[in-house]
């Protein structure tokens, strides 16, 4: 059996080396992310998450463990995905100015025919920022590959407040609960 993790995201793997999954695959997939409208977060991060899955199955081997995770910064009921260019990313960062928004994740597990498809969602709060401070952060090219246009793990963490909830979900990979659905496939963490 070998674990493979569906995404290039490089801290999603880092994440993963954090908990003690030292040995894994990855895989690049390009599917349509795309879903049907009307879904909550929850259930629109786990739709992803569970097509990113089912597309990795049919390139795994059978006794393969798949993890598959989407994550999505959502400011009330609208989705922040990863900017087009500096001026979406400025618009993104002084939305979030000063507010709370939901970062959620989906995660599908499989192996075989048994799998498991969970959400998590965190709230973070942002500190007022001015213009200036926010041109100066999209200066550094650091939010251009990240939904919500911030990365929380470095330079972006200077705009966060607060947050309720799994820090580690907000970098893209809910370990707690991640944790515990791997435990349950017999992968010992601790």
Do not use: W
């Not at 003690?20 to 695959?25: A, L, M």
């Not at 607060?162 to 370990?175: A, E, H, Q, T, Y």
């Amino acid at each position: 059996m070998a674990i493979v993790l569906a995404s290039q995201s490089p801290r999603r793997q880092e994440l993963l080396q954090r908990i003690g999954v030292e040995d894994f695959k990855t895989l690049s997939l390009d599917i349509d992310e795309s879903y049907p409208e009307g879904l909550s977060p929850e259930d629109t991060v786990r739709y992803i998450a569970k097509k990113k899955c089912d597309a990795a199955a049919a390139l795994c081997a059978p006794d393969d463990l798949i993890i598959t995770a989407d994550t999505m910064v959502f400011l009330g009921n609208d989705r922040l995905g990863k900017p087009h260019d500096e001026d979406d990313a400025f618009r993104m960062l002084r939305e979030l100015a000063g507010r709370g928004h939901t970062v959620c994740t989906g995660v599908s597990v499989r192996r075989g025919e048994t799998s498991e498809l969970f959400a998590v969602s965190t709230r973070v709060f942002f500190r007022p920022a001015t213009d200036d401070e926010i041109r100066a952060y999209i200066k550094t090219g650091e939010p251009m590959d990240k939904a919500g246009a911030y990365g929380v793990q470095s330079r972006g963490a200077l705009f966060v407040e607060r947050i309720d909830g799994d820090f580690f979900n907000v970098m893209g990979l809910p370990v707690e609960q991640l944790g515990l659905v791997l435990a349950r496939f017999g992968v010992k963490l601790l």
